[in-house]
């Protein structure tokens, strides 16, 4: 890092970051669409890189400089979307004969990967409690290669305390991936706290218009940046040229619409857990959350997702409800504008005897978007009128 920047917030650096790129003549990086880089001299082709559109070109070098602003990483490697970057990161660290710890609240199709693909590859994936903090040493075992963290959990945002998990892995050389697309590295860097690689989709806040899709794989260790480098390489993992700039012309961005999210989410989520339909609302920077102390000390900030239980729901009610919506769309994504609401129960599959197999009536997640709070309390009410009416 420059001097000047050493200086500057991390929101001018994201506006500012230029990459290798040589020319200034726009703002933002032209897109390359291209597999053929030509060379001009027979020496070139095999002295110079990129050789090949697969690396990526100005696009990505910019892209993955902000990247490394953003988590405070020494390297970034994209990939073509949130779940291959998981993907990646997971398959550098382990090997046949090895095992993995899963965090039972990861991404479901991550913890697919886990639990399907690396076992063909011959290692075992097990699964364990988001809030096992140092008693995940208990677990460890011989043939322990890396632990997956994704904090908050996806659907029931529970926060793992990475400092502790930490303490534990690090002597016994188990590495730690942390799958950071809600803090977005602008809330949360996972490597200053102990993991050894922080993951994103990018899709989510970094894109933040729900019309593309992107990943990226961080780290500040000089050997795993190999290893991240060899897999993707052997795999032929790339970013398109077009999904690289509208990630970078997202990251622009990002830093003013978080706090726009964030400050939605957060009058929402306290507005719901004051209405009679609502058991209890998980949204890790409210006080009620069990662990807001961790959300507190790890993170500087949150944004528009988390979820709600229900108090039991009278027969149909939860039908009519989505049905009344008109401004929450139903769509399993979220990072974008625009505001989003799904059933949950159906995704989860947890551990037996998990806490979600106890609670009070259906999980339900919310995507708070940049509309006017006021309109969408009005609109939640409304559906919440049509999911108790018996008429
Ligand atoms: C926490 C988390 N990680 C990874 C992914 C995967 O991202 P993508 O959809 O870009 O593959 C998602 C997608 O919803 C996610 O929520």
Redesign the pocket.
Known sequence: MSEDDARRELPTRLIHTRGERLSRVTVNPPVERASTVLFRTEAGLYGAKPTYGRMGLAVHRELEAAMCALEGARSTRLAA????A?ALAIASLVEAGGHLLLSDSA?G??ARFCERRLKAMGVEAERFDPRIGAGIAALFRDNTQAILL?SPG?LTFEIADLPAIAAEARPRGIRIIC?N??GAGLHHQPLALGADISAQ????YVVGHSDA???AVMTNDPGLERRIANCSEDWGIALAPDDAWLAIRGIRTLATRLKAHEAAGLDLAHWLGQRPEVDHVLHPALPSHPDHALWQRDFTGANGLFSIVLKPVPEGGLERFFDALQLFGMG???GGFESLIIPCDEQLTRRPGCWTSAKAGPLLRLHVGLEAVSDLKADLESAFAAMVSTT
């Open positions: 979307n949130g779940l291959q998981c991404y199709p991550t994704e996806s799958d697309t809600w989709a990018l899709t989510k899709f992107g990943g399993f994504s979220w």
